[in-house]
């Protein structure tokens, strides 16, 4: 077979001796008890995680994971083995081990590597895994800081910063030959506020595929401590959140993960494939109001989400997923791609070589539609305003979501009234969206801290909406009206 | 059917990886540390999914990694790496060193009391290796049985994510340089089964029924298995809505769990030390009803939350949590233990890297007396919840709003399946409102709660 050259010092060759002619030999054995497709993830990540409590830095902690995940398909079977010794020996016993789900006769040949087309979507001159530590602590520093000046009942003050950089190398029997450098960082802080009376707390982050220096501008260490600080404090005049179904209206940023409970797991391929998902046979049919479009895109520079590969070596783009209204596409991967012959979307990811790979979603958001966010809550007479979400989870199969409110106001007579209490949301996903009647003009993508999960792997993503009102949504507060009955 | 050859690991001898484990100990304190502990994951693991009869994935492998943590005087860090060579060691703990140089002083850091260092003595019977005694398609074999079980059971039963067969084996090494050096192999092999049932409508339900075991012996038999996911997903078939209401809520045994795992964030002795948890100073004060008992205990012989040590290297230890409704002790290591002035409950978990967390052992809510059957029989109208989805319970305000799904309950009976509610309530007063506790306490994992009876909680719908 021929091999193409390939010009760049690559790391997984320099690191661990590899050679083309190696790769070629391991991808054989995967193929050779008669395997459709085979391919190899190289991954070698390394990670930063300290964490401050009562104002000292009590953890800090670095590590490294290397190791190589051997697939092979075999029609809708896949065989996965993987090995945390990159010895030829291991590599090869790896190939063997995944090419058993096979049972074929006819012999896939290897086909010539073709590296695909550079891209940067996080052009970085030192990664922060890289980057002075005393610089990361003085982060962590200034943030407790901040947030003990932000309010004398700001009692307890928890931040945590982490941050890795993941190599891998992707190589395919079909020719496949990807690398990458995938940048992460993530700060957090956590405040608990109390009274003699009372005690809540609040929780601000974000981070994305981006050097240290991110967290020197605008989104720096105070931006998240007086966020985070602004939410407990709020939080302890809060009073009871209704029961029931009610208006919703949505915040702009992070509350778009109602978008990727509702909508984004149940339009990922490998269920629809499978028909196991609530929007399996709705393609080209309407799921959403005609004010809804929304994406799910890959390719954001910087972004949490984002990536220039998938994990299967395929670039990742910007998919369409709802075009007013209308369900336009899955999302898939390479083996759902095969078996359907619907196009192979970028969003094979997995969480690490121990995985394998299946559809995920990136950074999936709605754009924004034309009304004014303030005409939004004046069309509400009695509703809840929700500005900020813990996480959320969704059952596939009957559609059901929930996503959780941790910070949220009454709206009486269109105006916004009393914070209250945090109160998980429940819908059904296939008709949510058909009951937006408003979206605003104010698109905002989350500000970098989802990790989502699926069948026990997770990897980080991106979400983001505009102001959007729902005219009805369940809400599980827990307030009785004076005069019994509950709020609705 | 491919013939998958499992090739258990013939890992380095376990002496090699105790010494390996004892030499990065005397690596790290050569280089200055004035005390070190270092910790040895090595695991295998076997999985496969069969899906409408045909094997779907085949999963084997085993991995290795190795982390420390080195302390100069109060001050700590940890490194961990999956590179056993000579060249990888010596890079874990010299930038441990390292790293330890930029963390704080903190007065209650540092290992525990070298008094308190030992294992249980005895077979905890952690590790059998019948796990993975099954040839490969026999295995296969257990997924596609439970499977088809739950294919067979009824016609409404079309679909399915599949059966599965895990095995996975465990061995984990302790040492440090107060001397401690320990090790202890755990087994495991589930059979799991998710069928979906569609109504004629087109509707779709799945729901699941699992078994884990530490033996392959005592593994339930996967056709048992699969009847009940089947009959699990049947009875969501049709289910709707409700209207908003104030009523009994009846937690089956799968979710009643989850009641557990708050309480458990409640006395996990980080949140106490930080305030963030309502039950923070409430030690011998009342916090739920007198029929509650919660104990943790981690010397279970088979017990799923079971080991002869904990992560600091402390003998486990049986803790009576909550006893008649007053809250006895909470969950610490040594850590904690320092911050509130108590002593450690060997409740130490420890991961690769950073500090120990907490983590429970066998940890249950003693049973009562009455049939799930009988609790239901004494209501009226309630709910009967079989899932929640959603993490919405908040330990430092105790507000509690889950979504969930399961049965409504008329005239003392199961009727119709309901859906896309919520139910509502605070932890405070919902440990107080445990008005009925089942006697079918059964451990399915390391944490396991009986049926429960909550009143008081707001059941959001219509």
Partial sequence: MNIQTVDKQKFFFDQYGLTHRDLERYLAAALSAGGDYADLYFEYQTSTSLSMDESLVKSASQGISAGCGVRVLSGERTGYAYTDNLSPERLLHAAKTAALIASGSTKETVAAFKEKPHRSLYPIALASVDAEITAKVALLQRADVAARAYDSRIKEVRISYGDELRRILIVGSDGTFAEDSQPLARFNVGCIAKTETNSARGSHGGGGRVALDFFSGDKSPEHFAKESARQAVLQLDAREAPAGDMEVVLGPGWPGVLLHEAIGHGLEADFNRKKTSAFAGLLGKRVASDKCTIVDNGTMPWRRGSLNFDDEGQPTQNTVLIEKGILKNYLSDKLSSRLTGLPDTGNGRRESYEHIPMPRMTNTYMLSGEDNPEDILKSVKRGMYAVNFGGGQVDITNGKFVFSASEAYLIEDGKITAPLRGATLIGNGPDVLTRVSMVGNDLQLDEGVGTCGKDGQSVPVGVGIPTIKVDRLTVGGTARREGGGFMQ | ?462
Avoid at chain 2, 135 to 163: F, H, M, Q, T, V
Avoid at chain 2, 202 to 217: C, N, P
Avoid at chain 2, 408 to 429: C, D, F, Q
């Fill in chain 2, 1 to 462: 059917m491919p013939e998958a050859q499992l090739e258990t690991r013939t890992s380095q001898l376990e002496t090699d990886l105790k010494e390996l484990a004892a030499d990065v100990v005397r690596r790290a304190m050569a280089g200055g540390a004035t005390a070190a502990e270092a910790v040895i994951q090595e695991g295998d693991e076997f999985s496969t999914v069969v899906r409408l009869g045909e094997v779907e994935t085949l999963k084997e492998a085993g991995s290795r990694a190795l982390g420390v943590r080195v302390f100069f005087g109060q001050r700590a860090a940890s490194t961990y790496t999956s590179d056993f060579s000579l060249n990888g060691i010596e890079k874990l703990v010299s930038s441990a060193l390292v790293l330890a140089k930029i963390t704080s002083e903190d007065p209650h850091s540092g290992l525990p009391d070298a008094a308190l260092f030992g294992a249980l003595p005895g077979d905890l019977k952690l590790f059998h290796s019948d796990v993975y005694s099954l040839p490969g398609a026999e295995r296969i074999d257990y997924a596609r049985r439970a499977e088809k079980a739950a294919l067979d059971y009824d016609p409404r039963i079309k679909n399915s994510e599949g059966g599965s067969f895990d095995a996975a084996t465990s061995h984990k090494i302790l040492a440090n340089s107060l001397g401690f050096l320990g090790e202890y192999r755990r087994s495991y092999c589930s059979v799991v089964a998710v069928p979906i049932a569609q109504s004629e409508d087109g509707a779709m339900q799945r729901d699941y029924w699992y078994h884990m075991s530490r033996s392959l012996k005592a593994l339930e038999s996967p056709e048992h298995v699969g009847k009940i996911a089947a009959q699990r997903s049947l009875r969501r078939l049709g289910a709707r809505k409700v209207k908003t209401a104030r009523v009994p809520v009846v937690f089956d045994p799968l979710v009643s769990r989850s009641i557990l795992d708050h309480i458990f964030e409640g006395v996990n002795g980080d949140s106490v030390y930080r305030g963030a948890s309502f039950l923070a100073g409430k030690l011998g004060e009342k916090i739920a009803g007198d029929n509650v008992t919660v104990i943790d205990d981690g010397t279970i012989v088979g017990g799923f939350g079971s080991s002869p040590f904990d992560g600091e290297g402390i003998p486990t230890r049986r803790t009576v949590v909550i006893e008649n409704g007053v809250l006895q002790s909470y969950l610490l290591n040594s850590y904690t233990a320092r911050k509130l002035g108590m002593t450690t409950t060997a409740n130490a978990s420890r991961g690769l890297a950073g500090t120990p967390g907490i983590g429970p052992g066998n940890y249950f809510l003693q049973q009562g007396t009455k049939s799930p059957k009988e609790i239901i029989a004494g209501i009226q109208d309630g709910l009967y919840v079989t899932e929640f989805l959603g993490h919405g319970a908040n330990l430092v305000t105790g507000d509690y709003s889950r979504g969930a799904g399961g049965l409504w309950i008329s005239g003392g009976e199961l009727t119709y399946p309901v859906e896309e509610i919520t139910v509502g309530g605070n932890l405070k007063e919902m440990f107080f409102n445990i008005t009925e506790i089942g006697n079918d306490l059964e451990f399915r994992g390391s944490v396991a709660a009986p049926t429960l009876r909550i009143d008081g909680l707001t059941v959001g719908g219509e």
